[in-house]
């Protein structure tokens, strides 16, 4: 195991949240979380901030009309083929 | 339709019966119409545009119908035509200069920002405080912000959770690429919500 730096730690983020980290690099993260409370600090709002945005992107349903229109389309085109 | 029926057909048929084709397409495809969409309104931003895109992803992966090997995973294949349209779709070279200076957005903190500026000094959350001031539409403007090569891997993370194999599938891109762009474009949108804070005067955040 290799300790790492809060600056090495926090460029793993992303890659950890994700669940992009196995091995070697999952390990030598978690021993620094494990032992600094700034970068679990950090982490959190990494994690909070995807929560955030995730849950204010649009939620719209199809417009009634769009099944019709895609219909119509793929209808045009086996016409033309 | 089962799943077997699809797969045994024999590759000769399709051509005899186009009729039949469409209606194999339309039975499997239009179910995730909701879904598609979905996403697609999360790429564009537009109701209309996303539209346009789920009718122009339809289109071509009937064109393509003939090339899925395993039509149980079809939603992720249509999702795979849609990023890919919507990436290149919008690819401009005015949008990819729009990131900046990569070295210095790598380095920017939204939570060292607000941390240094301590914007509610009685909250004992600053942080989600923070961030719980953004009304809907400003965080929407945000994501929409982000260059397509940045928001289209985020916006399939958010809502596929794909691993990062599936998603350097989907955009035909190494890992390594999906990893860079989905860590630039979450710095992209941390600046452009302080951006956005400093409009609206949740901060002054003076010199930045």
């Given amino acids: 195991m290799t300790r790492i730096s809060c600056e090495q730690a926090v460029q793993q983020f992303f890659a950890y949240l994700d669940r992009g980290l196995s091995g070697e690099p999952l390990d030598d993260l978690e021993a620094h979380l494990e032992a600094c409370l700034a970068c679990c600090d950090r982490l959190a709002f990494s994690r909070q901030l995807d929560a955030f945005v995730k849950s204010r992107m649009p939620d719209d349903a199809a417009p009634a009309g769009l099944e019709a229109r895609v219909r119509q389309a793929l209808g045009r085109l086996a016409t033309e083929t | ?208």
């Fill in chain 2, 1 to 208: 339709m089962s799943d077997a029926a699809v797969t045994s057909r024999p590759p000769d048929r399709a051509a005899n019966e186009p009729a039949d084709e469409r209606r194999r397409f339309e039975t499997l495809a239009l179910p995730h119409l909701g879904h598609v969409f979905k996403v697609a309104v999360r790429l564009t931003g537009r109701v209309e545009d996303a539209e346009d895109l789920v009718q122009e992803t339809y289109i071509k992966a009937f064109g393509a119908f003939s090339t899925l090997r395993e039509p149980e995973r079809i939603r992720a294949w249509l999702l795979r035509i849609l990023a890919r349209l919507a990436v290149d779709r919008h690819r401009s070279p005015a949008r990819e200069l729009a990131v900046g200076d990569l070295a210095q957005l790598d380095r920017f903190s939204l939570y060292d920002l607000i941390w240094d500026e301590d914007p509610l000094p009685y909250s004992d959350h600053l942080h989600r405080d923070f961030l719980a001031q953004f009304p809907d539409e400003e965080v929407r403007r945000a994501l929409l912000a982000l260059p397509e090569a940045y928001r289209v891997p985020l916006v399939l993370l958010y809502t596929e959770d794909l691993s990062y194999r599936d998603l350097a599938e989907a955009l035909g891109c190494p890992v390594g690429t999906v990893m860079s762009r989905l860590h630039r474009a979450r710095k992209i949108l941390e600046r452009e919500l302080w951006q956005c804070a400093k409009r609206r005067g949740f901060v002054r955040g003076h010199g930045t």
